[in-house]
T-cell receptor, first 116, second 114 residues
Framework: AQTVTQSQPEMSVQEAETVTLSCTYDTSENNYYLFWYKQPPSRQMILVIRQEAYKQQNATENRFSVNFQKAAKSFSLKISDSQLGDTAMYFCAFMGTYNQGGKLIFGQGTELSVKP | DAGVIQSPRHEVTEMGQEVTLRCKPISGHNSLFWYRQTMMRGLELLIYFNNNVPIDDSGMPEDRFSAKMPNASFSTLKIQPSEPRDSAVYFC????????????FGSGTQLSVL
């Protein structure tokens, strides 16, 4: 069974600085998707970034980038130039492609606080 | 598009009462998912439908929970009778197809069972 582990329950960062959130996962599949979701106090689940396992290039979305290490089964999220609006819970998630039908397996979450 | 629409946004009920949560997926999406979020268990998949048919309900906690999708634009999650441990945020999500990795979440229903 696939599992996703986020070992940092809470993190904080000063505004404008860089922070990295960690995520490890376990799977026997060779192809899959990895995601980072943001959940602000509004409760909405917002997709931050997505990585396809067969792509070696790390995904980037503006200030957000990932460090995907397939052999190590590691998928960390780097937030550059942190902003107050980045304060939220961040969830790492895994989706297999053989046929998990869109089933996401989530980590426990990391609560990020961006301080002014 | 309005996105995935869930109602109600908040629900407070007493133990033993029936609770019905509603979801309208994005038009044209063929797959629909119900997730539950609790402090203890995090986010977990309860059930998912493809083309209105339940495909995997292995995450449904017990017989008190039931889900239906009578048509492509509407789904319900019912708890009868409700218990305090059912208190959680319930999310509905939809996807263009069963094989798509693109999941779109609703705003969730915060359920409190007293």
């Amino acid at each position: 069974a696939q599992t996703v582990t986020q070992s940092q329950p809470e993190m904080s960062v000063q505004e404008a600085e860089t922070v990295t959130l960690s995520c490890t996962y376990d799977t026997s599949e060779n192809n899959y998707y990895l995601f980072w979701y943001k959940q602000p106090p509004s409760r909405q689940m917002i997709l931050v970034i997505r990585q396809e396992a067969y792509k070696q290039q790390n995904a980037t979305e503006n200030r957000f980038s990932v460090n995907f290490q397939k052999a190590a089964k590691s998928f960390s999220l780097k937030i550059s130039d942190s902003q107050l609006g980045d304060t939220a819970m961040y969830f790492c998630a895994f989706m297999g492609t053989y046929n998990q039908g869109g089933k996401l397996i989530f980590g426990q979450g990391t609560e990020l606080s961006v301080k002014p | 598009d309005a996105g995935v629409i869930q109602s109600p946004r908040h629900e407070v009920t007493e133990m033993g009462q029936e609770v019905t949560l509603r979801c309208k997926p994005i038009s044209g999406h063929n797959s629909l998912f119900w997730y539950r979020q609790t402090m203890m268990r995090g986010l977990e998949l309860l059930i998912y439908f493809n083309n209105n048919v339940p495909i995997d309900d292995s995450g449904m906690p017990e017989d008190r929970f039931s889900a239906k999708m009578p048509n492509a634009s509407f789904s319900t999650l019912k708890i009868q009778p409700s218990e305090p441990r059912d208190s959680a945020v319930y999310f509905c999500a939809s996807s263009p197809s069963e094989l798509s990795e693109k999941l779109f979440f609703g705003s969730g229903t915060q359920l409190s069972v007293l």
